[in-house]
Structures are given as C-alpha cells and as structure tokens.
C-alpha cells in the first residue's frame, strides 16, 4: 500500500458502517468523523444533484474541523420516475417503498467527495447504478424486511447480504457504488491527491 509520507491525514466523513468497511478494502489508515448535516433535498432538486451536495456537505463539514486533511465525503439517492426514494426509517415505509419498486427498474446516484484541505479543492462524481427489482409477492417482501430490517438504506435493501435475493440484475461501472461507497471512483481521487496503493521501492 501506502499513503506516501507528505500526504495528508484521511478521514471518513460518514457514521455508516458498509463505508468504514468498504474503505478498510484499500488498506490506508483512516479516521471517522461523523458531518452533522440537514440531509433534506431542496425545492426542485434533482436526485444527482441532492447526493453531490450532500456529499459535498458532508466532507467540508468535517474538513472545517481538521484542517490539512484529505476528507472523504458519500452520499446515495435511489429515484424512481425521477422521484427520490429516502431511506424508510420503518418497517411499514420499507414495505412501501419495496412494493413501489418491485418488478421496476431504480437508479441509484452514489456520489462521492474527496475533499483536499491542504488547498480546499474538491473532486466531485455522481456513480449510477440501475437495479431491476424482482416481482415478488408481499409476503416474501415483507418477511425479508423482518429478517434483514434495512430501514437505514435507500430502497430498503442491503444488496451485500440478504437483499441480494430480491434483485434481479445491477448494472454499474462501479460495483462498489450501490453498497455507498465506489472504489474505483475513489482510488482514482486519492491517487490525484498523491496517494500511493503499493510500494513499489
């Protein structure tokens, strides 16, 4: 690996843990900090440009903390016909939100932020991934969500685990992308902001 020597301190600007995990993929040190951000889309705003914000948001809320540091910064909008689908909270909302979607095809915008604090510079990108969703009946639908609860994800399901199964197909660039975290996207910054993956000396 390695972040080279004149590089920046790396912080993750999210409280999930799939981000925490999909990082540590990419073996560089990091820390955690947590933005405290109104995460509500404005009047009239796309979903793409709801998640850059957001993102966006996240890492310079964090930045202003720590200043010098390469902050990462993520944020995820599932839309259907264009409508935002935000993460359901509850078990009757999921339920709602997956009988909407069933048998239909959901974009999912996972954008992404590093932020540089060394000159206040930010790479942005918007990583689309579309989903069919399977024709399920209500009862499997509903028995999923007992046994998973994914409450805290949009589109209420966590493609890594269990969620996979109601899933018919995911097409992305970025496989990564759809779990919250897209790591092709993100090497591609960090080696713009000077950071090293293999040592090669």
């Given amino acids: 690996m390695n972040s080279t020597s004149n590089v920046p301190a790396l912080i993750l600007a999210s409280s999930s843990a799939y ?19 109104d995460e509500s889309p404005l009047p009239g705003e796309t979903p793409a440009a709801t998640a850059l914000r957001l993102a966006r948001e996240k890492a310079a809320a964090v930045a202003a903390r720590h200043p010098g540091t390469l902050v990462i910064g993520s944020d995820q909008v599932a839309t259907l016909d264009a409508e935002q689908i935000g993460k359901p ?32 510079s930010a790479q942005v990108e918007d990583i689309q991934t579309v989903v069919q969703f399977r024709d ?24 890594e685990a269990l969620g996979i199964a109601i899933l018919e197909r995911i097409d992305s660039c970025d496989p990564t992308a759809l779990t919250g975290l897209p790591l092709i996207a993100l090497t591609g910054m960090l080696r713009a902001a000077g950071v090293s993956f293999f040592n090669t000396k």
């Fill in 19 to 37: 981000r925490r995990e999909l990082l540590s993929r990419l073996q560089i040190p990091f820390t955690v900090d947590v933005p405290d951000i």
């Fill in 89 to 120: 909270g509850n078990h009757a909302k999921a339920l709602a939100q997956l009988q909407k979607m069933r048998g239909r095809e959901v974009v999912f915008h996972t954008a992404l932020c590093l932020w540089d604090g060394r000159d206040g």
């Fill in 136 to 159: 399920l009946p209500d009862a499997e639908l509903d028995a999923y969500l007992r046994i998973e609860q994914p409450y805290d994800c949009a589109g209420s399901a966590k493609n």
